[in-house]
């Protein structure tokens, strides 16, 4: 019952962004994205996929949950066990705001569809002033082309501006690590009214979960992030 325990532990900065399960009954399985800001200021994977199976009976449980770097890696994990990618898609569309650019649309669209494609190795949070970023390198099970196999990606984000995604491929680990050691804040345009009405980019502290996601424990340490 580790995932359970992990889940009831109010005192953990850390809050359920959206789901769903059977409306009625409770019985079937239940799909939730949760985030925990302790680890994400310990630049570790810091989204996390929960799936739950209450036997019909009410006789069984079975928990699983997975760590992921970025929210659209969680979901498709979450589709991996069985989730409606559409659901969750129009879910974390009420919850975070649209990215910065056509770009990092395409690779938020690779990330969520993804399915056992990208085998993630390494991936890190950091900030330096008011530039954050966040990586991920991963092993491309079909990569475009055969002699770059490693794929590294990018969300990046300056001062209250959207969040970019990049995605490129390397021959190497090395390689990707180069790129990512030397990539530079990317231009950023500013939030236009109706963004700074919705939730930033990732979970606000005084947000909501969407309509569907499952109750949430005490907001008390709730603080605000963006991806």
Known sequence: MQ??????????DRV?????????????????????HGRQHEGRAA?????LHIDPNRTSLRAEMQDQPMPELAENWLASRGADRGRLRRLADDVFL???????????SLLRESGHRFDVVDSRSTQDGDHFQTYAVATDRTPPDPDRPVAAFVSSRTGEA?????????????AAAEWIRGAK?????AP????????????????QPAAEATPSPPETNR???RR
């Open 3 to 12: 995932v359970l325990d992990w889940l009831a532990d109010y005192e953990r």
């Open 16 to 36: 359920v962004l959206y789901g769903y399960g059977p409306p009625d009954s409770g019985t079937g399985d239940h799909y939730y994205l949760a985030y925990d």
């Open 47 to 51: 989204f996390f996929g929960v799936h």
């Open 98 to 108: 649209p990215l910065g650019d056509p770009e990092s649309t395409e690779v938020e």
């Open 162 to 174: 959207p969040s970019r995604l990049r995605a490129a491929h390397f021959p190497t680990r090395e």
């Open 185 to 189: 804040p990317l231009p950023q345009p």
């Open 192 to 207: 236009t009214r109706s963004e700074a009405a919705r939730l930033d980019s990732r979970p606000a502290g005084t947000a």
């Open 223 to 225: 603080r605000p992030h």
